[in-house]
């Protein structure tokens, strides 16, 4: 008020003041004196008060009543001129607060006369406002009246009054409240004490009221009491009143002065009291009405709702909620529930506009919202009135779709709808929006054929209403199409950022105080950590309670929200809202997720996601994929059920894409449309900004994003970006220009989102690998069975995933290569492929990042990398396999320097390939491994280097491709060079290495357990090296055995020297014989069958044509080896303790050789044999080093004789030769022993030997094509070993052994020959020669024969068995061997051609035999044992077979030379059987000689039809010779001789001679065959014995009868056959020789008769005698012969018989002396 204060001011006042009064009594000076005088009066009065005071405004307010009297007066004339003339002093008084109370009563007064006379009525108003607005004199009566005055004014004639009143009105009302609160601005330092309101008796709560607040406490409860239409208490004087202008009074009130009715309890009574049940009661016609339900059948009329009151409540409403709903809580709960009830669909239409916008109100105000929520939605039996709000708001804008705006065509006006149909437009024009032109610019929401506009009602997060603000209208406006629904629309959208806002500010100032006071308790310089304590949990309970109110928020609003949002965002057809529904469901999803509420989180992420998809299409993916999170699609709101509304097929966008749905089955194409493109982007930037609150959702993200991806036709490139197609990929996809330009940007944001990841935490990125995962499974489950493109999204994005996280790799590692390994199995060979692109690139990516710490240091990391790497090894896809190679080879090339510890696991990927994994892997996987043998061995652990040998052999063992695996067999063999030239380094490392091991594995107490155990490592690693070449040498294909053998021996010879001496114990047991023993099982168990050519242009050789003779190779070169390493190494083996058991082993390993079917291994068998036999002495070469025998023990060179007296053997052999020597000394090695064990192995060779031999030559049971019959070579070569072998064996060989050895000998003689070898074997017919093993054998039996020759006596005891064995020889020249039952097998084919080989064959060596037999004989005819054992006999016994035969011998010379040979062992053997008569030795030697020259003499054989006469004659010659041994050796020694023998010899020469030939032969032929010769010899002989008279012993005597009985007899035979000859012969002459014999038979009985008469007659047996003349008749009878000859011989035979002619009694007598 400065400037009325100021001298100027109040000089001018009292100036105009003084002008005032002059200018009123000028204008009264006629009409109205008093006025006048009053005036003037006045003009003194003011002189006065300024001349006597200093004070002049307060002197002059406290005269004011008088001052203020004169104008008072000039109103009262009612003069218009006056009035305005005084109104305006009184104003300027008032203007300067010069008026007292006092005054201003008597100005309220004069006013009020003024208004009652309806004068100056704005004037009025002016005045009283300006009374009022100036000072605050005018209080209670005074100032109700001025109020009432104003309010009366309001209600004239006047519309201009009127407007001009209600605004006074409104500005008084202000007035007195603004009073008020200064009023309270000044009191507000004294404290009071609050009385208690009693009761509810206005009257009473005043007087605690000061005075402002007093007349504001009136004025408000008349206020109430006039719009309830009620008297009012204090404005008295009120004529009438509206109660649309008091609602707007009370709302202005309610919202300029909440602060009164906040502060102080007796307001706050009246609005509960009085505000809230008006309104309440107000509201009821709206509540009651229903559209269309107005029917006369209702009972009572409905009032109906009335727009300008309606709307005045909301508005009031609107307010008390906003400002007082902490006084109101229960009221308010009704008031929302009232405006929740507005909405419904039965209400006016412009009804539910103004809730709209009423809600609207609320939804801008997010800490309101959140107060309702904490008064009723968490409370527990409260309206969920938050929620209500929501879901209403959702139920609406459904109902604005699905329920047309119908209602009396006053209220609801059509032409705003497009549809002149009706009010449903049909579905048959969904079309529409593409036609019409204009219409597709309009933005609007569509669904179902409902088209609603959107228009732009208010600014964002403003709520700006229209219908709210009508209050100049009575009638309820029309709602234009489409206002509710964009009012609604803002609602949602304020209402979510609103809350959103909110609560994430909140959040974030949490999470920040969280912080500083963790950081506050953690600091050490407080020294109050109690309070910190303090302050720290009050923090957090307060956190609980507000994330409380936060989650309630959420949980009560996402249902109503989500399906509201799902609905529009389904119809909208404008750009930009349909980016704010998506912005808004991203806000929602968002907050859900930090809150950590996983079902709306998910529910509204679905959402978008199902926007981002084609129609219907969503369902399949999102269905499955959410099945547990929304498992019902429907969200139950109070009663009301909200479904989820799915969008509509009929969607109008444009379609900006065409493509292939990802699907197991093809199912045609789907469309994307702009509105799918844009929701993908908002889901792009959800998972890009929020991708840390995701958590499970990322699978649904991921799984939409993957099957948009596919429809869009985007694949992955290198790296896991993607990329769009190529056209040629889908031919279905179409894409318009304006997606072609958004591909990349998408492909963009794809990869940034996936790059983001790494600022992810871990739990997130956990789950966004999760999710990815399991995505990829989907896809993988998808792909099964076809042959389709598969999606490739997920393991792409798990790729880009795990590049961008290569800092923290070892967090997602496992899961992520875990998932890639399944990945890379999966039977789609395009998926496999990026499984294994995707592993291999991290793989490489990890090793090559800069880790820290670096990889070298961290060991455990470098494993972890590598160890996808191996577990790819177990999946059998043979182009995984490739990529999981190439990328070795990659790091080998890379970072092969500095693999380290990863080695093992490189190698064992290398290792891992399997043989029937193709050529090109094994190729692949062999150039790594060359790459490592010449680059790498050097740089790697040398513990790897077993790994590498074993990895090498492996190769060695594939059989794709036989080069490689010769290939290997040659790195195999650089390998052992790199050990022998860095050996003292390699095994200081792995010395080093094993002591560590060992350590460890003691104080783990576990035992350390690797190969050949205990060798020292590097002779393990050797060992190692030898056992891969030894599985090589077993390897099915002949040439890699065969190259792996000849490694083997070599790098044995070459650098076995480098071995501990110990450790040729194992090289010789676990190598060396363990290989011996696989190479013998698979030669006796392979296939015989035939291989046909290898490849068709590879000719195979008849000796390797079938597996059976290529393991044969392998066997020959196998033993062969082994055998020349004891030989070379016999000074290293040894002095171990076992090498008898090893020699034993070893000569099991020839045996079993030696006897398998097969000629080759057989033979080569043998020639091992021979090797290590000739091992007699073997001496050190000066250059070998020495190996460090525990002594040194010079082998000696021969055993000599070491069998003591009775020791017919040195050792009974029951055990093996290892345990005797164990009984020695088991600690070193025998050192006396010596001797002995070299005598212990001959005899193991021998007993060897013998098995060999006598398996061998067994002959088998059966036969058939394919019998195995040992071959000549063999059989030499087994038999040529028995002589070294018996020099060494011979002290101990006795006869058991002779018999063994007899048995093979003759078993291996009996051998056949096949007929294909004969030619090469046997010689040709004109040749009598031996054959080699013929050769062989007898040589073996010299070496024998000539042994016991010097040996001592008790060796001689063999002779007899040797002369068996011979024996046995000498029979084959006429009765060959019998093979089993080889030759009465008749084959049709056969192989053996029999009759060539028995007739060549054995006669040469019979006859050989025989010679040898004869020798020997003359040599050992004396022996004793020779003539114990009847050797003799057994030579003729043998002699006779072929004798007897004699032409039917095989061969002539057989019998011709057992003839020489008989006659040969006679000459020597009679003398000596004559000596030993008495002694009986020889008994049974004479009836076998007596058969044989009985079967000889007078064989049954015929002589061969072309013999000739020579022959003949020679050959008798030969028979003479015989019988000339009997008469000189025989029976000169009758005495010496048994009876019986000299009876048969007699008896056969008697037959000898008579020619006994049968008649059946022609004469010539008779001629030729007779034997004169031999028979006048026979004769002869008989007759010299029977003419002997030097009878000496009674023996002689006894011969001599013999001869004469046998003379006798055959005399008398001849003469009989000869009469009965003639007597048949006729006329015919007698053949030639018959006549011959009876001639000298007729000679000889003269001669007899003669010689007996001379002879003494004691000497003639009187049987003599008597046969003598018994031969008389027959003579007699010979008398009619016709020969001439034979008569003159008969004459002379029968002279002599004249003797005999005596009387009878002394013929008796005689007879009898």
Known sequence: MSGTNSPEAVKKLLENMQSDLRALSLECKKKFPPVKEAAESGIIKVKTIAARNTEILAALKENSSEVVQPFLMGCGTKEPKITQLCLAAIQRLMSHEVVSETAAGNIINMLWQLMENSLEELKLLQTVLVLLTTNTVVHDEALSKAIVLCFRLHFTKDNITNNTAAATVRQVVTVVFERMVAEDEHHKDIVEQPVLVQGNSNRRSVSTLKPCAKDAYMLFQDLCQLVNADAPYWLVGMTEMTRTFGLELLESVLNDFPQVFLQHQEFSFLLKERVCPLVIKLFSPNIKFRQGSNTSSSPAPVEKPYFPICMRLLRVVSVLIKQFYSLLVTECEIFLSLLVKFLDADKPQWLRAVAVESIHRLCVQPQLLRSFCQSYDMKQHSTKVFRDIVNALGSFIQSLFLVPPTGNPATTNQAGNNNSGGPVSAPANTGMVGIGGGVTL?????????????????????????????????????????????????????????????????????????????????????????????????????????????????????????????????????EAATENILKAELTMAALCGRLGLVTSRDAFITAICKGSLPPHYALTVLNTTTAATLSNKSYSIQGQSVMMISPSSESHQQVVAVGQPLAVQPQGTVMLTSKNIQCMRTLLNLAHCHGAVLGTSWQLVLATLQHLVWILGLKPSSGGALKPGRAVEGPSTVLTTAVMTDLPVISNILSRLFESSQYLDDVSLHHLINALCSLSLEAMDMAYGNNKEPSLFAVAKLLETGLVNMHRIEILWRPLTGHLLEVC????????????????????????????????QNQRLQLLLLNPLKEMSNINHPDIRLKQLECVLQILQSQGDSLGPGWPLVLGVMGAIRNDQGESLIRTAFQCLQLVVTDFLPTMPCSCLQI??????????????????????????????????????????????????????????????????????????????????????????????????????????????????????????????????????????????????????????????????QWAETWVLTLAGVARIFNTRRYLLQPLGDFSRAWDVLLDHIQSAALSKNNEVSLAALKSFQEILQIVSPVRDSDKPETPPVVNVPVPVLIGSISGP??????????????????????????????????????????????????????????????????????????????????????????????????ILHSAVSVPISSDASPFILPSYTEAVLTSLQEAVLTALDVLQKAICVGPENMQIMYPAIFDQLLAFVEFSCKPPQYGQLETKHIANAKYNQAEWVALNYVPFAERSLEVVVDLYQKTACHKAVVNEKVLQNIIKTLRVPLSLKYSCPSESTWKLAVSSLLKVLSIGLPVARQHASSGKFDSMWPELANTFEDFLFTKSIPPDNLSIQEFQRNESIDVEVVQLISTEILPYANFIPKEFVGQIMTMLNKGSIHSQSSSFTEAEIDIRLREEFSKMCFETLLQFSFSNKVTTPQEGYISRMALSVLLKRSQDVLHRYIEDERLSGKCPLPRQQVTEIIFVLKAVSTLIDSLKKTQPENVDGNTWAQVIALYPTLVECITCSSSEVCSALKEALVPFKDFMQPPASKVQNGES
């Open 948 to 1109: 590498v040998v074993d990895v090498a052999g492996s190769f060695g063992l594939h059989n794709q491709e036989l080069n490689i695996s010769l290939t290997s067999i040659g790195l195999l063999w650089n390998i052992s060079d790199y050990f022998f030239q860095r050996g003292e380094v390699i095994e200081k490392e792995l010395n080093k290495e094993e002591a560590a091991q060992q350590k460890h594995a003691e104080e783990k107490g576990v035992v350390l357990n690797r190969p050949f155990h205990p060798a020292p490592p590097f002779d393990c690693l050797w060992l190692c090296l030898y056992a891969k070449l030894g599985e090589l040498c077993v390897d099915p294909r002949p040439a890699v055995r065969k190259s792996a053998g000849q490694t083997l021996f070599s790098t044995i010879g070459a650098h076995g020297t480098l071995l501990q001496h110990s450790t040729w114990h194992t090289v010789i047991w676990k190598v060396l014989f363990h290989l011996l023993d696989r190479v013998r099982e698979s030669s006796t168990t392979a296939d015989k069958e035939k291989i046909e050519s290898g490849g068709g242009n590879i000719l195979i050789h008849h000796s390797r044509d079938t597996a059976e003779k």
């Open 825 to 856: 199995q999966h039977p789609n060979s395009r998926m496999r492929e990026w499984g294994a692109e995707a592993l291999t690139s991290l793989i490489k990516a990890g090793l090559t990042f800069s880790h820290d710490p670096p990889l070298s």
């Open 1206 to 1303: 009775g020791m017919s053997r040195p050792f009974v052999r029951t055990d093996s030769i290892g345990e005797r020597l164990g009984r020695y000394n088991s600690s070193e090695p025998p050192v006396v022993t010596d001797e002995l064990e070299d005598l212990n192995l001959w005899w193991a060779a021998w007993n060897t030997w013998y098995r060999i031999g006598s398996e061998s030559t067994k002959p088998p049971i059966t036969f058939d094509k394919l019998t195995f019959i040992p071959s000549q070579p063999f059989l030499t070569a087994l038999i040529q070993i028995f002589p070294a072998l018996y020099q060494h064996i011979k002290t101990g060989f006795n006869m058991d052994d002779l018999q063994k050895l007899g048995v």
């Open 442 to 574: 309009l933005p609007a929401f569509e669904y179902r054929g409902t088209w609603i506009p959107i228009l732009t009602v208010t600014v964002q997060g403003s709520a700006k209403a229209t219908y709210l603000e009508m209050l100049d209208k009575v009638e309820p406006p029309t709602i234009p199409e489409g206002y509710a629904m964009s009012v609604a629309f803002h609602c949602l959208l304020d209402l979510v950022r609103g809350i959103t806002s909110m609560i994430e500010g909140e959040l974030g100032e949490a999470e920040t105080e969280c912080q500083m006071t963790t950081e506050g308790a953690s600091s050490p310089t407080q020294s109050s950590e109690e309070q910190d304590r303090q302050s720290a949990s009050d923090q957090m309970d307060k956190e609980i309670v507000s994330r409380a109110v936060w989650e309630e928020m959420v949980n009560a609003c996402w249902c109503g929200l989500l399906a509201a949002l799902s609905l529009l965002l389904d119809a909208s057809t404008d």
